[in-house]
Each structure stands twice: as structure tokens, then as C-alpha cells.
């Protein structure tokens, strides 16, 4: 028996290769949520639902759970670079956006206690890799004096801490606890957002 296809105005129109780029962004910013939520083990499932495609779709663009991930850390970085390259940006600027990805992103905080002076053993290489990237970026804003500026290691060092604060069931309480963190530090922080381009 076969079925029969859907009435052409309640099927979606297959846009082939032109909707890839749209859905893996889709299923990035949809794994972003749902690990924010339910932490790293969520479903693949319900991000794909999330992101508003089947997971046939997920597979396709992500192997595997890990895939997901790394993707997720690689555009928190992406996005970081982006600001750091803005006409105008500062660090406080720079530190609003990297507490948003903290307090936004589970993944993202447990990438950011590596170690970027070389990688801490049983440290991916990624990881270590991804960590060197938001270091330069945030450096490049990062001036003579300031109190994160004061040996090499401090800077990823406090990072580090604010990661480590940024706990908690819901967004708000996590970047209410990395302000806190930063406030601690005695350092100043831009509004907390994601780098809009």
C-alpha cells in the first residue's frame, strides 16, 4: 500500500541545498537551548525537534553526539571572534559577550577550564584549541595595566572562575552568578549579549 503524498499546500516545499546552511543553524542554536536545559546527554532527538527538522536532517550535518557539540563550540567561538574583530569593541565588551556564551551554553563553559598554554592532559585538542582562540580574541582588546593583564596565565585563569560560577537551572540565575564572579574579580563587564553582527 502506498501513501499518498500531502496536499501541496500542507507539505513543506523541499528547498534541497538551500536549506542546509539555514538548518544546520537551525540545529546549532537549537542543541545552544537544549543543552542550556537538560545538559550535554539531552536527547539528539528533541534537537532536532527544537530546530524544526527530522533527524534524519540532524545526521546528516552531525554524525554524532560529540559532532553536536564541537559544532555549538565552534560557533560560541565564531561569534566571539566576530566581536573581537568589531570596529570599536573593548574588553568589557568583549567579556559581556564571552558571559553570554558562559551563562547561554554548557558546552561552552566546560571548554573554557582548559588549559591554553598547551592543553591539560586527557584535554581534547580541540578543546585546547578552542580555549587559544578565545584567548587571542579577548587579548587583542585586553590593555596594558588591566588587572587580567597583569601575568599571561590571569586572564584565562579568571575565565576559568567565571565559568566555574556560572551555575545553574536557569539562564538567568547563571549570568546573575558569572556577574557576581566578574564583580569579585574587580572586572568591568559589557552588557551581557550575543555579538550581533
Do not use: C
Request: aromatic share 4%; glycine share 10%.
Amino acid at each position: 500500500m502506498t501513501q499518498q503524498p500531502l496536499p501541496a499546500e500542507r507539505r513543506r516545499p523541499n528547498e534541497g541545498p538551500k536549506a542546509a546552511a539555514r538548518n544546520r543553524a537551525a540545529l546549532i542554536a537549537a542543541a545552544r537551548e537544549i543543552y542550556a536545559e537538560s545538559g550535554l546527554q539531552a536527547p539528539l532527538s528533541a534537537i532536532a525537534r527544537r530546530a524544526g527538522v527530522g533527524q534524519g536532517v540532524l545526521y546528516r550535518h552531525f554524525p554524532d553526539r560529540a559532532a553536536v557539540a564541537i559544532a555549538v563550540l565552534e560557533e560560541n567561538v565564531r561569534q566571539i571572534e566576530q566581536a573581537a574583530a568589531a570596529d570599536g569593541a573593548d574588553i568589557a565588551q568583549m567579556l559581556g559577550v564571552l558571559t553570554w556564551h558562559q551563562t547561554e551554553s554548557t558546552a561552552f563553559v566546560s571548554v573554557l577550564h582548559t588549559d591554553g598554554a598547551g592543553g591539560r592532559s586527557g584535554t581534547p585538542a580541540y578543546a585546547s584549541a578552542l580555549s587559544r582562540r578565545v584567548e587571542q580574541a579577548l587579548r587583542r582588546h585586553l590593555p596594558d595595566g588591566h588587572r587580567l593583564a597583569a601575568r599571561p596565565e590571569d586572564l584565562m585563569i579568571a575565565v576559568g572562575m567565571v565559568s566555574g560560577a556560572a551555575l545553574g537551572p536557569t539562564r538567568e540565575q547563571r549570568e546573575r552568578r558569572a556577574l557576581a564572579a566578574w564583580r569579585l574579580l574587580g572586572v568591568e563587564v559589557g552588557p551581557v549579549r550575543p555579538f550581533e553582527g
